[in-house]
């Protein structure tokens, strides 16, 4: 017997988190500190791969979801700001938010679509 869905979705972001907290942990005590980007030695550079990871166990499991469409936004803005728009890691990124919020919403104009992720971020923020 299958859990209802939104257990199902809440029990897969919990593992994708714990799996970033775990990835980001053993990587930072396995290897040296990651290189400061443009420039500036105070800066830490953006995680991205772990998160990558947990969007896409989470689209696996549970596509749509609150979850799913919280982690694209978070991965997508963190590839941009770590990559930059015309690299490669923030055009997946870009593809996987445009599947999340379409899976959840229907197709939307893109427009429709910037509000979104802002609105998810913005209640992100304020929740912290």
């Known amino acids: 017997m299958q859990p209802p869905k939104g257990e199902g979705a809440a029990a897969a972001a919990a593992a994708a988190a714990a799996a970033a907290k775990a990835s980001s942990s053993s990587a930072s005590s396995a290897s040296p500190s990651p290189a400061p980007r443009r ?42 700001e770590r990559f930059g728009p015309n690299h490669e890691e923030y055009r997946q990124a870009r593809a996987g938010v445009v599947r999340a919020y379409g ?3 229907g197709n939307v104009d893109a427009g429709v679509m910037e509000q979104l992720v802002a609105a998810r971020l913005a209640a992100d923020e304020a929740e912290e």
């Open 103 to 105: 899976t959840r919403y």
């Open 39 to 80: 420039g500036s030695f105070s800066e830490p550079v953006v995680e991205t791969e772990a998160l990558a990871q947990c969007c896409r166990i989470v689209e696996g499991v549970a596509p749509g979801s609150d979850p799913h469409v919280a982690l694209a936004a978070e991965f997508v803005m963190r590839s941009l």
